[in-house]
């Protein structure tokens, strides 16, 4: 079979210069608005926007219309697709049905899931409900859903883990250099200090600075478990490891997975009310 490539050119252009397209059948809720937001500050754009050009030059989307809005002071990649308005048309209502026909492999989605490292709420929650619908829960034993599962006994492993990981060490202390990089924290902190501006200024951007600190918390793992008690103490009062999870559901640093959605399903109740 003979195949055309429809794709004319990638090209990185200003996200608000991507008009909608009016068709655009696609809504998207507030949860998936966060987590795409969290997939873009912590990897980055890593898709393309498809697109095809106007009479006039101009380029009107045909996906990727929420990735435009969240970024659209930036520049993003758009594929350039040599398709007439018909075929855009066919396009449009076939790309996301298409994916949704995909079916799951439960045993490698719940590795791949477990292994995803993610500070962001609403991508732990994408997870969570990805796993739910891949029926992952059930043979967990139970859907953390379901009335008869208490919140202590439901087990979501990617959310609000329930058992205390094992900080045994697995190999020789690693260095400081090894558990953090703060190189382009020092940076920052170097030009702030070179600055011209007033002392508060300079606090609250010092401040951010440290915000570019990158931790390896394998080797973390590993420190911790080389460390005296008073060390560990410190690491844990600061959420390299936690071993405490009532505490550090207090502090913010794990997700109650089941309050959230409870909470998140009372709000869209609501808005049916209203």
Known sequence: MQIKNRVKELRVVAASDLRPNPKNWRLHPKAQQDA?????AEVGMADACLARE????????????????????AKVPVLILDVNEAEADK???????LAAMAE?????????????????????????????????????????????????????PYT??????PYEITGPKPTLSQVYDD????????????????????KFLCAAAYRHVVFNFQ???????HSEADVQQLMEDSALVIVDFDKAIQNGWTRLGHALDAAYTEEKEQEVEA
């Open 104 to 156: 799951s492999d439960a045993a490698k989605l719940d590795e791949l899931l477990r292994n995803v490292d993610t500070g962001s709420e609403a991508l732990q929650q994408l997870m969570a409900s990805t796993a739910t619908q891949a029926g992952l829960y059930e043979t967990l034993g139970g859907d953390p859903t379901d009335e008869e599962a208490g919140t202590e006994e439901s087990e979501n």
């Open 36 to 40: 795409l937001r969290g997939i873009i």
């Open 219 to 225: 080797e973390i793992a590993n420190y911790y478990a």
């Open 54 to 73: 106007l009479p006039d030059g101009s380029l009107m989307l045909i996906d990727g219309h929420l990735r435009a809005e969240t970024v659209a002071d």
């Open 91 to 97: 396009l449009l209502a076939t790309l996301d049905p």
């Open 183 to 202: 190189a382009k924290c020092q940076k920052l902190l170097r030009d702030i200090d070179a600055a011209d501006l007033p002392e508060d200024e300079k």
């Open 160 to 165: 609000d883990k329930v058992t205390v990981p």
